[in-house]
């Protein structure tokens, strides 16, 4: 069975182990939090010390991570143990910065590639993501294996930064895809609708979105266990609003997003499931 290791084993690392696990591959993890490096050792797969060991052990290695900022400091402490191999970056971080790191990784015979997913932890497990990749298509075509493992398709979009650049597109009309859902629902509620009635004549007519099949009941039970947590998505939106100032276009609507998000991250709700924007309507 072909290893692969996997660093950072939070909501989405551990379930691309449970996936990559159930089609046979072995799995061998690194988290800084103990819980998560127990929770991979009862999956299956095989916790380690560090990202180091990761990296010896290793050929293949997807990181899973907060922030770009984070996977730089990753990549710099196994850099000794990553020529000749492929790392997938699967973070949602800054574009540039991770261009910048398949440069780095590409001068020392690393193949990089930002790798990142469309679709919260429990549609990774269930196989029900697309991968958007930058990098080079020999190294896309290496792992062709591996994706399949876990996702139901994926694009090549270019050169190192593109996967990320086309994952905050996508995290732009999603989050604001969560937001309207929230906010007419808990409109139907104000104008005396029934919110369950309201869900299901949304999802049956023209202002459907899958959105509202994945968070419109969580919304109405509200059930914010987390599949993807708020606070990382407020970072996404930074993310988003820097990379639209850097191109000097203004997005008033994501301008908007992030002051809701940042109230409710004041407000202690960061580690909640990203649905719980809800209650920036209450």
Request: proline share 2%; hydrophobic share 45%.
């Amino acid at each position: 069975m072909e290893r692969v290791g996997i660093i950072g084993i939070g909501l989405v690392g551990s379930a691309l182990a449970e996936r990559l696990l159930a089609a046979g591959f072995e799995v061998a993890g690194f988290d800084a939090q103990a819980a998560q490096n127990d929770a991979l050792s009862k999956l299956g797969g095989q916790p380690l010390g560090s990202a180091d060991e990761v990296a010896k052990l290793c050929e293949t290695i997807l990181l899973s991570l907060p922030t770009s900022d984070i996977s730089a400091v990753t990549i710099e402490e196994i850099k000794l143990h990553l020529a000749g191999k492929t790392i997938l970056d699967t973070t949602t971080g800054q574009p540039e910065a991770m261009a910048s790191l398949g440069q780095q990784l590409a001068d020392i015979g690393c193949d990089y590639l930002d790798a990142t997913i469309a679709g919260s932890s429990s549609q990774v497990r269930d196989g029900n993501v697309i991968v958007m990749l930058g990098g080079t298509k020999a190294a896309v075509s290496r792992c062709e294996k591996l994706l399949t493992a876990f996702a139901k398709q994926w694009f090549h979009l270019g050169p190192w930064g593109s996967g990320a650049r086309m994952k905050l597109v996508v995290n732009l009309v999603l989050g604001l895809n969560r937001a309207v859902l929230a906010e007419g629902l808990s409109f139907a509620k104000s104008v005396g609708v029934d919110q369950r009635q309201a869900l299901e004549v949304l999802k049956a007519g023209p202002a459907f979105s899958r959105v509202m099949e994945i968070k419109g009941e969580k919304m109405l039970a509200r059930d914010f266990s987390p599949q993807a947590r708020l606070a990382q998505h407020h970072k996404d939106v930074k993310l988003i609003l820097a990379e639209a100032a850097r191109a000097d276009v203004t997005l008033p609507l994501s301008q908007l997003h992030n002051e809701l998000l940042a109230s409710l991250v004041a407000a202690g709700d960061g580690d909640l499931d990203n649905s719980a924007i809800l209650k920036a309507f209450a």
